[in-house]
């Protein structure tokens, strides 16, 4: 099994909810990254976990909090977000060296009204 | 630091004709290069990359590039463009980092393919 999986695919959500989401791999690879995309752009990098340990964090807002319970699953808890915030989440793992590729999810569109 | 530069934003051809996306990198370090596709909407998928083996690299769907250290690039060719094609190519280069490597990404080159 090669792919990293992530739900939901789309999200609505107003300014004041609380919403989640989920990343899911089974190839035993033990970084994960969380990704913001915004149309017309390359992902920009915004948490790193390495052995389920927060190990970048690249200045996100608060209103992002990101969670590793286990080596396969990967959230990322979102409240009070803006409309700004709006974009493609990609989730991504990847094995251990650094000269391995990132396997990357299809992502999940958020939009915030 | 890490960097790379993809030289054309939009590239444009017809089909049946040769792909060249054109990557130049910065790197302290050996690096591994990689490029990504992504389609509309669609996450990135790995086309090929390069982890200092051989110099010429092969990928999926007819791609290869070839690692050129003197001219530090990295293009991106192939000899026949399908329409199915038509996406967003990513250049990328991998930063060697204790706990979990950063990619750099390229700004990106939107290929056109004309029928």
């Known amino acids: 099994d090669t792919e990293v999986t992530q739900t939901p695919k789309h999200l609505v959500m107003g300014m004041t909810n609380k919403k989640s989401l989920k990343c899911e791999q089974h190839m035993g690879h033990r970084a994960m990254y969380w990704y913001k995309q915004k149309a017309k752009k390359p992902p920009e990098l915004m948490f790193v976990y390495s052995y389920e340990k927060l190990s970048i964090n690249e200045s996100v807002p608060s209103r992002f909090s990101p969670e590793c319970p286990n080596s396969s699953l990967l959230n990322l808890h979102l409240h009070a977000l803006q409309p700004e915030d709006s974009a493609l989440y990609l989730c991504a793992s990847r094995n251990r060296d650094y000269r391995d590729e990132q396997f990357f999810g299809p992502g999940t569109r958020l939009t915030v009204l | 630091a890490q960097s790379v530069t993809q030289l054309d934003s939009h590239v444009s051809v017809s089909e049946g004709t040769p792909v060249l996306l054109r990557c130049n990198y910065s790197?302290?370090?050996?690096?591994?290069l990689f490029w990504y596709v992504q389609h509309p909407n669609k996450g990135l998928q790995l086309l090929l990359k390069y982890t200092s083996a051989a110099t010429l690299v092969k990928g999926i769907n007819g791609f290869e590039a070839e690692f050129k250290k003197s001219e530090t690039s990295f293009h991106l060719t192939k000899p026949s463009a399908h329409m199915s094609d038509a996406a967003e190519y990513f250049c990328?280069?991998?930063?060697?980092?204790?706990?979990?490597?950063?990619?750099?990404f390229g700004t990106g080159t939107i290929l056109r393919v004309k029928s």
């Open positions: 790197s302290s370090y050996s690096p591994s």
């Open positions: 990328v280069v991998s930063d060697d980092m204790e706990y979990g490597n950063k990619l750099v």
